[in-house]
């Protein structure tokens, strides 16, 4: 992780930045040096290598800052997908079950080929291994210092028949979800957000059984998708996405009120923002399921193909996003490429 | 004959590189397969090599490779029959550490590198016994009594990583950052094969073995044509585990060893060499 020179910064405690500069901050110091992946004191064998003291940093295995993944937007096809939603809504399991899945499996009929952050996507999983030895499965959430990082993955069709691509995943932290709602400026600096191919909202399905405390996090929701559609940050060259998530959590019995509020709040989702993006999809996972309910692979495969294989941002800027965000296209939507790399 | 020919032994902490290697060389003195290679003679300095053989020989488990120097090479002269060539294959035996070090660290020694550049193909070692993934919480295991489960969670750390993302990832470095010959030849050596399955009766293919349950290091070598070439062989180098032993020395060390390439059974374990090199 970078690290702020300036003193007064919260920017090491909770990545909000005094300046206000993020995520080109010129205060921020590189993490060349500093080995983030190495948790434990074991020492290097240095002693064992006598006649090559010399070592040289290999690349961290920790998420990307904005500038790592605009050079990959600069030089390969990728894909950018930001996830988005309150705390605990299930962005970090998907994610973690998707890297699972990738180790037992091709997924939507691509193979793994590269990533850069594995050390972060092994971490994800971690709390539902056995070897971590925790009483039950669970995802660490992401901390609001990882707002503006993103994973990576390059994928490749099974069949070779084309090249490799590119994903670049943001999960804006739940504690920073609502705050965009209420401050233009928060959301403004999801940098991620304008580059972003497909924008994936989360919705808790357990959360959604109670009566009194759902209307908040659908309210969020909706509000943000206003509120990033208000800013010019997304728009037609976005694909929107809305996943209720944990959906074993819902009663399977047909015509029960708690399904009947769900389906009305995809409908309703779908009413209101269908014509403002490029399309709009509704899905509902399970990624760690309580036993004996299955993770529902088959829905995040696809959820997963369509990442991969549908974009928006070729078709030129959308006439509804305000005039000061028209500058050109692409490598440049994290508003970095005004400054030099 | 004389410019020497190097290769690496890629592999975590107990994956049977120096088993595979001090087999290699009783199967080279006493080669029974006539495609297969043979010794050219001996290198100046075999200490290593026959210290580590006692145990093999007794079929006993070869003891770890000790962290040892980059710098010191194990060295092979090798003949191939057919086209009457001989060669001298260096590699240095490090340690699985070596390369455990290199994930969690984050750095690697800069003589590793440079010698990279120079390596001519290189063995992957994988133990068919251990999971490539760290098994995923079962309803088994949230049902353990209370008083077996742990009290505290542990945290994460690089060393706890899955072996197959670990893999991976040392691959990266290399394609990255090691300058080597693209597409670098990787021979992928499932050891402890005999765990798997028996001599007498084979049925599982390294190939889908790897693909099943090293899925990720599998799909990353199928997606990078470009950067690897790979062929994967199960090989049993010691004939057995340690319940096996008695049997074991019944026979000759060279007679107890055994590889799977693709269908076929084959006392050859110079044939993962012979592609390397190309010299099939």
Sequence with gaps: MPRCKLKNCPYDKDGRCVENQLPNCPNLLPDEIENPVAQEAKPLATETIRTSPQYEALYSGKKLTAVEATQILQSRPAQVVVLGGMVESGKTTLLARLFEMFQSKHVAGHRFAASRTLAEFDKLSWHATMECGAPDPKTERTDRSENNLFLHLRIRAEDGSVPTMDLLIGDIPGEIFPEAVAEERVCLDLCALRRADHLVLFLDGEVLCDAANRHDPCGKVSDFVFRALQTGQIGRHTILHLVISKCDKLPSDAGNEVLAFVEKTEKLFQTQFTNHFGSLHCWRVAARPVHPVEPTVAEISKIFGLWIGNSHQSAGTSAQMPQRLDFSRDFCRFGLSHKPL | ?280
């Design chain 2, 1 to 280: 004959m004389n410019t020497p020919i190097e290769l690496l032994f890629l592999g975590l902490p107990e994956t049977g590189k120096t088993t595979y290697f001090v087999a290699l060389d009783e199967v080279l003195q006493r080669q029974t397969d006539k495609h297969g290679l043979v010794s050219g003679g001996f290198s100046a300095n075999r200490s290593y090599i026959e210290k580590a053989k006692k145990a093999w020989r007794a079929g006993k488990a070869v003891e770890r490779t000790s962290l040892m120097t980059t710098d010191e090479q194990v060295e092979l002269l090798v003949r191939h029959s057919k086209s009457n060539t001989t060669a001298r294959l260096t590699a240095p035996d490090v340690s699985g550490e070596f390369f455990d070090d290199q994930w969690a660290d984050r750095k690697w020694a800069i003589s590793y590198r440079t010698r990279l550049a120079s390596v001519a193909g290189v063995f992957v070692f994988i133990n068919a016994a251990v999971s490539g993934r760290n098994p995923e919480m079962t309803e088994a295991w949230k049902n353990l009594p209370q008083g077996e489960m742990p009290t505290k969670p542990n945290p994460w750390t690089a060393r706890a990583a899955a072996k197959q993302v670990k893999l991976v990832e040392l691959l990266q470095f290399i394609s990255e950052r090691g300058q080597t010959r693209q597409p670098l030849s990787l021979a992928i050596m499932i050891s402890a094969w005999d765990v798997i399955e028996s001599e007498k009766s084979p049925k599982v293919r390294p190939g889908k073995f790897l693909e099943d349950e090293w899925s990720l290091l599998h799909q990353y070598l199928q997606a990078n044509p470009e950067l690897f070439r790979s062929r994967i062989y199960g090989v049993s180098a010691r004939g057995g585990d340690d319940a096996a032993q008695t049997k074991l020395v019944q026979l000759s060390p060279h007679e107890r060893v055994w590889l799977k390439d693709d269908a076929e059974v084959t006392k050859d374990l110079t044939r993962p060499l012979r592609w390397l090199l190309d010299w099939d």
